[in-house]
């Protein structure tokens, strides 16, 4: 099949070079020159487990290429994806201007019938939305080509997306015809040869089930937080608790890991924009509304330690930081816990040294650019070095299992906040450390 995915960003170039590994003709576009000129050298803009390889055979096999150009894209192709971003906008809602533009684009652009498909996660009636502009579009041309519009919303997880794109949970579509979901069943057939995971449904529905989603999981995440905090005021330890609940298999042990709260590109946003979407039906949306004000108090929470123990004038304090990225395995730093906690301690007059395996141009050339009070540093050690304590952000394996003896013998005082509750089993109090964890006072 000829496909065409618009947005080569993390979710676009995934999707497409793991639809041209099963064989698939795919053509990604974007705008962003820099990017598609990287590409077409092999150069991948992301760290993604897996993804280089997957992309060069393709290029080389002639079914992966890359482009600027739409139109060039569109030729013979029968589905186009939209990928493109859609941050949040100032009142809280899914910003749909790229996702739009790009309807537009295709409505312009378009020679003969093909099918759309919504794969930017979006709010409910943006299908209707995209239609309403590619029909506007042909119209102003005086065509007539016949389209459709699918909600095909992405479920992948950064760090594991390869694995989770080749072998999904579910794949869910939203549609309003057979004709398309035939089409869209024949493209994702070799994902679920093992057992049938398609759900089609409708479009709305299809919409909906993204954003009830990263709800459900982001409140998983502020309700573990929630009970840490409570935990560390009652002398209860959340990790304890939690393999308590865990093993309750109608709770499960999944995402119920406390630490400085959720980031990324998706359920910061994707929680707002839900609380956005029931407001404007007339509907308070009061548990998705706390799940994201518990999340903000909650990238505060390792900073409160470190006050507590330096007190809040932090000027003469070199802090080590361990992990950027929002999460292991990426070098995404969209709304990571680490911005703010970084920003929070050099305001304070904190001198921070950071290391991360993946995240350090990130946050050098983008998000902590112009904080002077970061020096970012190439190994783990080098980080660490005549520092007067070391804050574990991120879990990268990496950090799991360091050599707490060259930590104390580098570090100017053994002190350690681990904001992922990495260390607990390691008995750091008698190892010599004064050590602080997440949902223990
Ligand atoms: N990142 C994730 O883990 C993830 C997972 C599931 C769903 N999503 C959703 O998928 C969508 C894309 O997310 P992402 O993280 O891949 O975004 P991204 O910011 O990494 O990539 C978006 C890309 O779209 C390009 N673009 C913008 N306008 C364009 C246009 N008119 N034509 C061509 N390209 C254009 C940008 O240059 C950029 O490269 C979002 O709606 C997001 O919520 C993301």
């Known amino acids: ?42 150069v991948l803009p992301i760290y993604e487990p897996g993804l280089e390889s997957i992309v060069v055979n393709n290029c080389k096999k002639g079914n992966l290429s890359f482009t600027t150009s739409l139109e060039e894209s569109l030729r013979d192709c029968e589905i186009v994806f939209i990928a493109v971003g859609t941050p949040m906008g100032e009142d809280g809602s899914a910003d749909l201007t790229y996702v739009l533009a790009v309807a537009k684009e295709i409505g312009q652009t378009i020679t003969k019938s093909i099918v759309v498909a919504d794969k930017s996660t979006v709010p409910v009636g943006t299908a209707d939305r995209v239609k309403e502009v590619i029909t506007a579009e042909l119209k102003l041309r005086e065509v007539d080509i016949p389209f459709s519009v699918v909600s095909n919303p992405e479920f992948l997880k950064e760090g594991a997306a390869i694995a989770d794109f080749m072998k999904p949970d579910r794949i869910v579509v939203g549609v309003d015809n057979e004709e398309s979901e035939v089409l869209m069943r024949k493209l994702y057939r070799p994902f679920t040869v093992n057992h049938d995971r398609f759900i089609s449904m409708d479009l709305q529905s299809a919409e909906m089930t993204k954003y009830a989603a990263n709800a459900f999981l982001a409140t998983k995440i502020s309700f573990i937080n929630e009970m840490s905090n409570i935990c ?36 910061p946003k994707d929680v707002q924009a839900l609380v956005k979407m029931s407001k404007d039906v007339g509907y308070n949306s009061e548990l998705v509304k706390a799940v994201n004000s518990v999340n903000v108090k909650q990238k505060l929470v390792l900073v409160d330690k470190v006050i507590s123990v330096f007190g809040e004038d932090l000027t003469g304090t070199t802090l080590a930081v361990w992990g950027l990225s929002y999460k292991p395995e990426t070098s995404d730093m969209r709304e990571s816990p680490a911005i703010t906690i970084i920003n929070e301690l050099t305001g304070r007059g904190a001198k921070i040294q950071a290391y991360d395996p993946q995240a350090l141009k990130e946050a050098e050339n983008f998000y902590l650019k112009g904080n002077s009070g970061v020096r970012y540093c190439s190994n783990k050690y080098e980080a660490i070095d005549q520092s007067d304590a070391l804050l574990l952000i991120t879990e990268w394996k990496e950090f799991r299992s360091p050599d707490f003896t060259e930590l104390k013998s580098r570090m100017k005082s053994a002190v350690v906040f681990d904001g992922r509750n990495q260390y607990v089993n390691y008995q750091l109090d008698k190892m010599g450390f004064d050590y602080y964890l997440i949902g223990k006072q």
Not at 240 to 264: A, L, N, Q, T
Request: glycine share 18%; aromatic share 8%; proline share 1%.
């Open 1 to 42: 099949m000829k496909i065409s995915i618009v947005g080569t960003g993390y979710v676009g170039l995934v999707s497409g070079a793991c639809f041209s590994e099963m064989g698939n003709t795919v053509t990604c576009v974007d705008i962003n020159v820099e990017k598609i000129a990287l590409l077409n050298k092999g």
């Open 232 to 267: 560390e005021r009652l002398g209860a330890d959340i990790n304890m608790v939690r393999e308590g609940i865990g093993s309750d298999k109608r709770i499960g042990f999944e995402f119920i890991y406390p630490g400085c709260g959720y980031g990324g590109s998706c359920f």
